[in-house]
């Protein structure tokens, strides 16, 4: 699967952005557990939220649980992360990730996008 993620920007504390990625490819989307990450400067790639295949079950960091939601499109085979009352501390690049069940563990995905820069200003 290719998976093109798309949506950041720059956004002042407290705003709200949404993120999508767009998956392509052979195999059925919603056989896919999706993930989204991120990567700060200098930091290392972490987990922000995962959503399984049917969209039925969801898991969140704790940083994300109450501000950030992930949902999916299956018609569209487009996952979104809606990020409300966003910090500063959330700036990074966002990663989307395709894996065969949902799972917390970035090695566990097996398929990734490239990427999308949310800049959060204080």
């Known amino acids: 699967v290719q998976l093109q993620a798309s949506g950041g920007g720059l956004v002042q504390a407290g705003g709200s952005l949404r993120v999508s990625c767009v998956a392509s490819?052979?195999?059925?989307?919603?056989?896919?557990?999706m993930g989204w990450f991120r990567q700060a400067p200098g930091k290392e790639r972490e987990f922000v939220a995962a959503?399984?295949?049917?969209?039925?079950?969801?898991y969140y960091t704790n940083s994300a649980k109450d501000r950030f939601t992930i949902s999916r499109d299956n018609a569209k085979n487009t996952v979104y992360l809606q990020m409300n009352s966003l910090k500063p501390e959330d700036t990074a690049v966002y990663y989307c990730?395709?894996?065969?069940?949902?799972?917390?563990?970035?090695?566990?995905?097996?398929?990734w996008g490239q990427g999308t820069l949310v800049t959060v200003s204080s």
């Open positions: 990730a395709a894996s065969s069940s949902i799972v917390t563990i970035r090695a566990m995905y097996d398929y």
């Open positions: 490819g052979r195999r059925t989307f919603s056989s896919y557990a």
């Open positions: 959503i399984s295949g049917s969209g039925g079950r969801t």
